[in-house]
């Protein structure tokens, strides 16, 4: 019998960040191995004209609680939706339900954050920090609380090369910050933010870092564990391979070179690709949420989720992966033809410059607009390359992160639990995953029809047979033009055919 799912059974655990993409496959996997447990409080911004319920029944009618429903029919009745906003003070959570949630919690699994990497560090700080300090206040009124889980980021440190399972320092307390950005005005901000952020390079990974340092200043006597995931994708293996819903990070990425828009990125083939399905995330987050309660630590444990020191996969590995299982599983709609050229050094797939990627979407925007659609490619392709360029920092370099820990607690658990939360990223098979990975892309995030395969190839042929004629075309009058100006290219040309 599986420990961990046993230890859940009858518990009242609040989740923050549950809309996001972590927040519900946690979520899923608690009521799926542990059905009855007792409520899962999930904190909800209020949305206008959708009641929490409503809310609530958007995230588990969907795919991803397909097999939730049949463990556990009355799944509805097992989550309850709390209306907060994290950017205000309390998070604007009413008395009662703030009562409820100080009298019965026993677990906290603190997700919530803005991922954003260009956010303005005002808002970054408000909810990656501040919001940590106010939840890790109510945390200290929880007579009942057994353990709070925080979810970091491997990159919180990225500014090292080697990163320890241990709180680094910040040069600015974060104490500081939180008060300074009371009356701080933005142009203020906008002004010190590059100072304070230093080697960090963005707002995101900065202010992530501070919140590990709330969360190390403020623990108290809290049971508390952070866990530090790199790059989360798509799930491996549960609740089945290949699920994803939002565009962020590789996801944007695979979408954006399948439809053909994406030619090239400036990356280090050699470069650790440390990306980290979502389900080993949950797998790991639920241990250590059970060790953490049952063995009380004597001190924060920090648990590094990360496969590069385990199962390493390089980006030119991974890229290679990608456009292969283009070939076989194509997207509908491309554009053109996803290709990749490799030098010694440097992938560079041809991503154009700004002025040539743009040229193309403001065509194909002037076609949309004479064809009465809404033009959106050029809004699209500057997303892209933003996104892009702020993707670059992680795709360049790689980083050591020692895992001794994470290690430790895969040891602790029995081989039941092994099974059921397996968090052993050297099972991890690449070829594989990437395959599910762009697949799971194509159904679940563009909700593309399988069997609109073999149309899709048939498409992809014709770009192919497109591109390879533009380029015969490109080439017979480029040389055609050489041998009109150059008579050393007349005389190759004679003694070619002769």
């Known amino acids: 019998m599986s420990m961990i799912a046993a230890f859940y059974g009858g518990k009242s655990i609040l989740i923050t960040g549950a809309t996001g993409f972590l927040g519900k496959v946690l979520i899923e996997k608690l009521c799926r191995t542990s059905p009855d447990l007792k409520v899962i409080y999930i904190l909800v911004r209020p949305k206008a004209g959708h009641t929490l319920q409503q809310r609530v029944s958007q995230i588990i009618n969907t795919k991803l609680f397909e097999k939730v429903r049949e463990v556990c029919p009355n799944l509805h009745e097992k989550i309850r939706a709390i209306s907060a906003d994290l950017n205000q003070n309390d998070f604007a959570i009413s008395k009662e339900d703030m009562q409820e949630l100080l009298s019965c919690t026993n677990i906290i699994f603190h997700c919530a954050a803005t991922v ?10 408000q909810l990656n920090v501040t919001a940590t300090q106010q939840l890790l206040f109510m945390a200290s009124q929880m007579p009942k609380l057994e353990a709070f889980i925080h979810i970091s980021t491997a990159f919180s440190n990225c500014n090292l090369k080697h990163i320890d399972e241990v709180i680094y320092p910040c040069s600015v307390e974060p104490k500081k910050i939180i008060d ?8 203020i ?9 230093g080697d960090w390079p963005n707002t995101y990974t900065y202010t992530k870092a501070l919140g590990e340092m709330v969360v190390q200043q403020e623990s108290g006597n809290l049971n508390i564990a952070i866990i530090r995931p790199s790059i989360v994708g ?14 962020n990070g590789p996801n944007g990425m695979i979408v954006a070179a399948g439809r053909g828009f994406l030619r090239a990125i400036r990356a280090s083939p050699l470069a650790v690709a440390d990306l980290i399905p979502v389900d080993t995330v949950i797998n790991l987050t639920l241990a250590v ?9 004597k001190s924060t444990l920090i648990y590094h989720c990360t496969s590069g020191n385990l199962n390493p996969c390089n980006w030119g590995k991974m890229g290679c992966q990608v456009l292969s299982t283009f070939e076989k599983i194509p997207f509908e709609k491309a554009f053109r033809r996803p290709h990749a050229d490799f030098t010694a050094n440097t992938i560079t797939v041809h991503y154009w410059n700004a002025v040539s990627h743009r040229a193309p979407a403001m065509i194909y925007d002037i076609y949309l607009w004479l064809t009465g659609r809404k033009p959106r490619m050029t809004k699209l392709m500057n997303r892209l390359l933003r996104t892009i360029s702020m993707l670059e920092y992680f795709i360049n370099r790689s980083w050591e992160w020692s895992t001794y ?21 050297r099972q991890l098979n690449w070829l594989e995953y990437i395959e599910n990975y762009v697949l799971g892309v194509k159904k679940y995030l563009l909700k593309e029809d399988m069997a609109g395969i073999p149309e899709a190839k048939q498409h992809l042929r014709r770009l192919r047979n497109i ?32």
């Open 289 to 297: 949420g059970w060790y953490t309660a049952v063995h009380r630590p």
């Open 180 to 187: 300074s950005m009371e009356w701080w005005d933005d142009a």
């Open 189 to 197: 901000v906008d002004e010190i933010a590059p100072k304070l952020m």
């Open 116 to 125: 954003r990497f260009d956010d303005h560090l005002r808002h970054a700080v």
């Open 234 to 247: 798509a799930t491996w293996q549960e609740p089945f391979p290949g699920w994803v819903d939002n565009l």
């Open 467 to 498: 591109y390879y004629l533009f380029n015969t075309v490109f080439f017979l009058i480029a040389w055609r033009l050489l041998i009109a100006r150059s008579q050393i290219a007349r005389n190759v040309w004679f003694f070619i055919m002769w």
């Open 405 to 425: 820990n994470t290690e430790m607690l895969m040891s602790e658990l029995s081989p039941e639990d092994q099974r059921i939360f397996n968090f052993d990223v």
